[in-house]
């Protein structure tokens, strides 16, 4: 018998859909190309920023907030199940939920910045913690960090990091074991007719049949749809640089160090966790990029740029040897707001994507917010929708 819903992508935005939609008691298959938080998805590598700030827009401050507390609650019943023991779980559990790192999230300001200076006020609207830094309080508090060029730091206590592929791993398995089912398949563009779609077909030629379908394929969106999303959903290269802390040192790992992101300079970092070296990464748009074959060897530019930052930023990792590089992606929309919405020829049909580089975080809330679309017909929100996808990018969410 055919499911009532095929969630296609068993990354984080369709494995939170997939788990919502069952827990509203349907049947639910979920399908992936290469695996849940695969290397080559947008929700694989091994940490994530989660942060409450987002500048002057409340959207996604409140939603962050609500993700996070779904993140917690998953957490606290899922991790004994999929972490074993050992010495690399110890510094995660610093937390009480596992794969939540709560090392807070520092914001480096430069007066004159709108979306900086407006972290602040929103944070206090919702009553998110925070402290408002001066350099000599960022230079007394957190002594890795050069101030230059820093006017200002706000500081979110209760932000942090997430643990990505392991986070999957959990949402993953929290579908498998409230009866999910799942399909390990690379399915083909789908053609519909008379305005729904009754099954898709699958790369070896095997169909799959179901009452709705859920599409969350990330980077592969514009290749499933390209008709509809060639022009609206792009791909870009992100380079990453793991930069080794020296012998003895501590003040680079959790909870002595936090996140943190300096908008103006477009460079985010994390501390060392689980001893893989200092993470940064520029979170600037990179060139176009075919998740299935794109080359993941990091570029001598990139290595410059990102040295270059370090020996301003972190001048005691001013010679630090890289440990480790990655190639990611990011699936950004024209705004850098999310794609959450019906197909607009056939009714049977959802789309979920655009993460942009900061859709991690918001997975629980996505698929709450897809199931409650699709199953409760609940309000929709217009910046979620297909019609504000332009065909050219004008970022104005970071």
């Avoid at 993941?296 to 740029?305: H, K, P, S």
């Amino acid at each position: 018998m055919a499911p009532d819903f095929v969630v296609v992508g068993a990354g984080v935005f369709g494995a939170w859909t997939a788990l919502h939609l069952r827990r509203r008691g349907h049947t639910v298959t979920l399908v992936d190309a290469y695996g849940p938080g695969n290397s080559r998805s947008s929700s694989g590598g091994e940490t994530r920023i989660i942060r409450m700030g987002y500048g002057a827009d409340a959207l996604y401050t409140r939603s962050a907030i609500r993700a996070l507390e779904q993140w917690k609650e998953l957490f606290r019943t899922m991790v004994p199940h999929i972490i074993p023991p050992g010495p690399v779980v110890t510094q995660s559990r610093t937390a009480d939920v596992g794969l939540f790192i709560n090392c807070g999230m520092l914001w480096l300001g430069t007066n004159g910045d709108p979306y900086s200076e407006a972290i602040a006020n929103t944070l206090a609207a919702h009553g998110v913690a925070h402290l408002r830094l001066t350099p000599d309080d960022l230079r007394r508090r957190f002594p890795q960090f050069s101030s230059a060029n820093v006017d200002f730091a706000i500081y979110e206590p209760g932000s942090g990091v997430l643990l990505a592929r392991r986070a999957v791993a959990a949402v993953f398995e929290a579908c498998r074991g409230e009866g999910v089912e799942y399909v390990s398949a690379a399915v083909v563009p789908p053609d519909a007719a008379a305005g729904r779609l009754s099954q898709l077909r699958t790369a070896h030629g095997e169909t799959l049949a179901g009452s709705t379908f859920v599409f969350c394929c990330g980077s592969w969106l514009p290749k499933v749809f390209p008709d509809l999303l060639g022009r609206r959903i792009f791909p870009s290269r992100q380079e990453i640089f793991f930069f080794g802390v020296p012998a003895g040192l501590r003040g680079f790992t959790s909870p002595a160090m936090p996140a943190w992101l300096h908008r103006t300079e477009e460079i985010y970092g994390l501390p060392d966790i689980e001893n893989r070296g200092v993470k940064i990464a520029c979170d600037f748009h990179g060139p176009a990029f075919d998740p299935d074959s794109g080359a993941r060897m990091v570029t001598e530019e990139g290595l410059r740029l990102a040295r270059e930052y370090v020996a301003r930023r972190l001048p005691e990792l001013r010679d630090a040897p890289v440990v480790e590089t990655r190639v990611c992606q990011y699936e950004n929309t024209s705004s850098g707001d999310f794609l959450l919405d019906g197909h607009p020829q056939w009714e049977n049909v959802w789309l979920a994507g655009g993460g942009s580089g900061h859709g991690f975080k918001h997975g629980p809330v996505v698929g709450e917010y897809l199931a409650g679309r699709i199953l409760d017909n609940a309000p929709a929100e217009p910046r979620y929708s297909l019609v504000s996808k332009q065909d050219m990018q004008r970022r104005a969410v970071y």
